[in-house]
């Protein structure tokens, strides 16, 4: 079992930046992967970001891409999402991940994710 605890959501307004973090409690993979997720009202909750293990290749929405970056510390078992230029269509709510199935080929896919985060809200105003 992997237990997720992000935090840094909040309410800014649009071309404002703000930091996601998350630490993960319960796992001692080696490889691994951990991303972000998003879902806004009314719509499904998509791929944001992923990463796997500590420097291993990057992934990223179309969306989102040249604005967010994901990274991770591995011994202090976080992940982060540092996100820039912040539109009004990324307010959502954030969920961390951890996942030991997703592939190069789908690493966004939610169907491959095992553990998931409470989630904390990101608010972009115009």
């Known amino acids: 079992q992997v237990q997720l605890s992000e935090f840094g959501g909040g309410a800014v307004e649009a071309g404002g930046s703000l930091k996601l973090t998350c630490t993960a409690a319960?796992?001692?993979?080696?490889?691994?992967?951990m991303g972000w997720f998003r879902q806004a009202p009314g719509k499904e909750r998509e791929g944001v970001a992923a990463?796997?293990?500590?420097?291993?290749?990057?992934y990223y929405a179309d969306s989102v891409r040249g604005r967010f970056t994901i990274s991770r510390d591995t011994p202090k078992n976080t992940v982060i999402l540092q996100m820039s230029s912040l539109k009004p269509d990324d307010t959502a709510v954030y969920y961390c991940?951890?996942?030991?199935?997703?592939?190069?080929?789908?690493?966004?896919?939610?169907?491959?994710?095992?553990?998931w985060g409470q989630g904390t809200q990101v608010t972009v105003s115009s």
């Open positions: 319960g796992t001692t993979a080696n490889a691994d992967w």
């Open positions: 990463i796997y293990s500590t420097h291993g290749p990057r």
């Open positions: 991940a951890f996942g030991l199935s997703p592939t190069e080929a789908h690493p966004l896919h939610t169907s491959k994710w095992n553990s």
